[in-house]
């Protein structure tokens, strides 16, 4: 027996059943006022202007940070991506091996989540706002090269094999061939990429670099509520204002040629405005990095590191390792199923109601924007430190950037297939069911697959705050300055990472063949 498509997406779903059973054991006494407290103060944020200045400046250095370690990511990863591409090799030289080896040297960097990155420059240069600019900026370049990569490999090389059968220049024959039908691609990409870098901006402040998050960990930590939730809606504002203008913008710049002569524009103004955008973000680049006082410089000087232990690598190599892997897998797979299964289950349980759209918009971003250790910390008011706490807030994170991508999806689908088992007599969410998740489900699971390589990375994020898998040994080894531990933490997490990320490539490819 195999489930109908449209019920693929809510399988993962399940993982709520034993959840919701072994919860109940993890919870303590305390904590409840404190919670209902947070719930409260979010109608009644502070106004105080003091407390407003101060949350403004640290979503300026936020914003900064993130907009600096973008931009350097798009210059260093647009490049890194066409040096990685099979398909640029084999016309240039007529060999991929080149190809496959930057491939495999970037993934790498790739493997390690930016607040290790971060983490670990702050121990070696000292805190300063560049470290978190090149913390963002190392796993990003990486991620946009195979992004770029994998997109310049999947065009049609019909019109390039045309170019250069015609004596074409292999340069101009790439450029011309392949640039146009790559640009949309990267244009959406490049947008996605600034939103995840304001989330990891905020998400480094919360563990010592800067920025709003530092002002969030403090407010919390101090229980102040209310001032806590005036960071949070200001933070939302600026992120749904960033998500609307990227989306203006990719819908813009993104127009196939054959819309733009339909409405009589020129083909090549996109490119003109993109252009003028670019020239005027190195202007503003320059005044942030000054502003924010970053300088690239500072980072050459290193402190020294502590020698080794007189056991050598002993010590390291007796830590738990089989569990420690253990639990950080175990909580990816119920982190993931918690997000790919709670997005479709949220969606039918509200399809009813008018309002349910809106409901669920709100509440999916405040997940995007809310950190998840601080997430972590708020579940340990009610429930003891272990996996499930830690699966709870990642899960909550990625459920907001799941749903978001389904809700999308849902209303790209078009309303004729809905109407139609409405009016046969269908409820209201079988019809949704029926009329729109059955087009979408195998590329909402291959998104998925993608996402739960991800929080395999953001494993490391919770695992610090809620005592589990390889983040909480990373946390005692940071402490100690056991650089032995970190150097052996940093391999597994590598190992894993790209591990998983074979695993989800493979389960993206079976699903969109299916």
Excluded at 54 to 72: D, H, K, Q, R, Y
Excluded at 238 to 246: K, N, Y
Aim: net charge positive; charged share 10%.
């Amino acid at each position: 027996m195999r489930p109908a498509a449209p019920l693929l997406p809510l399988l993962p779903a399940l993982v709520l059943l034993p959840v919701a059973l072994l919860l109940p054991g993890l919870l303590h006494g305390g904590g409840w006022d404190l919670l209902g407290q947070f719930l409260l103060a979010a109608l009644r944020p502070s106004g105080d202007p003091l407390v407003l200045g101060s949350l403004l400046g640290g979503l300026g250095i936020t914003v900064g940070m993130a907009l600096l370690g973008w931009a350097t990511s798009l210059l260093l990863g647009v490049p890194l991506g066409l040096l990685s591409s099979r398909l640029l090799w084999r016309s240039l030289a007529g060999s991929e091996l080149p190809a496959e080896l930057l491939r495999r040297l970037l993934a790498v960097p790739r493997s390690i989540h930016e607040l290790i990155w971060g983490l670990l420059l702050l121990q070696l240069v000292g805190q300063q706002p560049a470290v978190a600019v090149l913390a963002i900026t190392i796993p990003f370049s990486a991620l946009v090269a195979r992004v770029v990569s994998d997109l310049l490999d999947a065009l049609p090389e019909r019109n390039l094999q045309g170019l250069l059968a015609a004596g074409t220049p292999a340069p101009a024959a790439l450029l011309t061939a392949l640039g146009p039908p790559l640009l949309p691609g990267l244009i959406s990409y490049g947008g996605y990429r600034l939103e995840c870098a304001l989330r990891s901006a905020t998400l480094l402040g919360v563990f010592g670099l800067g920025g709003l998050g530092n002002e969030l960990l403090l407010t919390l930590q101090s229980l102040q509520f209310h001032e806590l939730w005036s960071g949070l809606w200001l933070l939302l504002a600026v992120m749904l204002a960033l998500e609307a203008l990227v989306s203006a913008l990719r819908r813009r710049w993104s127009m196939p040629a054959r819309l733009a002569l339909a409405q009589r524009q020129p083909v090549g103004r996109s490119s003109r405005e993109l252009l003028l955008v670019a020239a005027a973000l190195v202007p503003l680049l320059l005044g942030v990095g000054r502003a924010l006082a970053v300088d690239p410089a500072a980072l050459l000087h290193w402190q020294a590191l502590p020698p080794l232990p007189p056991g050598g690598w002993q010590g390291a190599l007796a830590l738990p390792w089989l569990a420690m892997v253990g639990q950080t897998v175990l909580l990816t797979l119920v982190a993931a199923a918690l997000a790919v299964g709670g997005a479709p289950l949220l969606l039918l349980l509200v399809a009813p109601w008018p309002w349910g759209g809106w409901l669920l918009r709100l509440l999916w971003a405040l997940g995007r924007l809310w950190p998840p250790p601080l997430t972590a910390l708020l579940l340990l008011f009610v429930f003891k430190p272990s996996l499930l706490t830690a699966a709870l807030a990642l899960g909550f994170h990625n459920l907001g950037i799941l749903g978001r991508l389904l809700l999308e999806g849902v209303e790209a689908a078009g309303p004729e297939r809905e109407e139609a088992l409405r009016c046969s007599g269908s409820g209201t969410r079988l019809a949704l069911l029926y009329g729109r998740f059955s087009g979408l489900a195998r590329a909402y699971l291959a998104y998925g697959a993608y996402r739960a390589d991800v929080i395999l990375r953001e494993t490391v994020v919770v695992g610090m705050v809620a005592g589990t898998g390889l983040g909480s040994q990373l946390r005692e080894s940071l402490s100690a300055f056991a650089f032995d531990q970190l150097a052996l933490l940093l391999a597994a997490y590598a190992l894993l990472t790209l591990l998983g990320e074979d695993l989800s490539d493979r389960a993206r490819r079976a699903l969109l063949r299916a």
